[in-house]
Structures are given as C-alpha cells and as structure tokens.
C-alpha cells in the first residue's frame, strides 16, 4: 500500500483542484444574461440554417479513421524505447504489426474512404 500513496496523494489533489476551480468559477462569475450573449456564435457571422443538419458519413468515418491510426501510432513509442532489449523478434513483430497498418491503409485507398465526394 505505500508504493500507491504518491499515487493516491497526486489523484487527490487533481481532484481537489478540478473541484475547487469548477467550484470557485461558479461563485466568482457574474451571472449577467442576455438575447446577445445566448445567441449562438459562428466566426462572426450570424447562424444560418437548422443546427441539426446531418453531416456525411464520411465525415464521421474520417475522424474515426484517424483515431484508430492515432491510437496505433502510440504503440511506436514504448517500442522505439525498448527497442534494443527486444532484439530481433521485437523488430519482426513490429514490421508485422506496420504491415498490417499498410494493408489497412491501401484498403482505405482503394475503397476511396479517404475522399471527399
């Protein structure tokens, strides 16, 4: 359980700040509405149209797509740091892991997911 302790102090006390600031906001700001502040704000320029238009699919699988090569891009790092103690079957194992990205990626290519229509 002492090993945890520095753990456990740090997680209270990001806890105690993020309540103390959201806590401390709500007292300290003034509460002054009005048509102009509760409109909604688009670059300057006044909303135009219905705010719950659809968006594209593709606009959603892009982002998720990014995501998903983000995500496994960050496996490169612990890999780049331990790269010397897992010798050669650390290497073989990560050109298998970045082919299969490849294979990912020129199926991405060829279904044209990456395009916008």
Do not use: H
């Amino acid at each position: 359980m002492r090993e945890y302790l520095p753990v456990l102090m740090f997680l209270a006390v990001a806890i105690a700040f993020a309540a103390g600031t959201i806590g401390l906001s709500s007292i300290i700001v003034p509460r002054r509405s009005n048509a102009r502040k509760m409109s909604a704000y688009e670059c300057g320029v006044e909303p135009v149209g219905n705010a719950r238009a659809r968006f594209s699919v593709k606009f959603y699988l892009v982002a998720v797509l990014f995501i998903l090569f983000d995500i496994e891009a960050v496996f490169l790092y612990p890999w780049a740091v331990t790269f010397r103690q897992l010798g050669l079957v650390g290497l073989i194992e990560m050109m298998v892991f970045i082919v299969i990205l490849l294979i990912g990626y020129l199926y991405l290519l060829k279904k044209r997911a990456l395009e916008w229509d």
